[in-house]
């Protein structure tokens, strides 16, 4: 039986991991490499604050999504 729970907690984890690398990629680095091209055609110094605010947002999003991955996988055996 432990080694279906075993799996089980994998499966768990590895999805919360690739959710986290998700919130990464759109919440984070999509944005920046937006600011960075200036896609959207707005030059606002309040643009590049609102990158930062919801990028740091989405990157504790990604960081608590990996975090409970990783206690996920303390409960193998």
């Known amino acids: 039986m432990s080694l ?3 799996e089980r907690i994998k499966l768990a984890a590895n999805a919360l991991d690739r959710a986290s690398t ?3 990629s759109i919440g984070v680095l999509g944005p920046a490499v937006a600011l960075l091209y200036n896609v959207g055609g707005t ?3 309040f643009r590049g604050i609102t990158v930062g605010v919801v990028g740091a947002f989405w990157l504790s999003t ?3 999504l990996h975090a409970i991955a ?3 996988l303390r409960g193998l055996r």
Do not use: E, H
Request: net charge neutral; glycine share 6%.
């Open 4 to 6: 279906v729970q075993n």
């Open 70 to 72: 990783r206690y996920l």
């Open 22 to 24: 998700a919130c990464l």
């Open 62 to 64: 990604a960081a608590g």
């Open 43 to 45: 030059d606002s110094q």
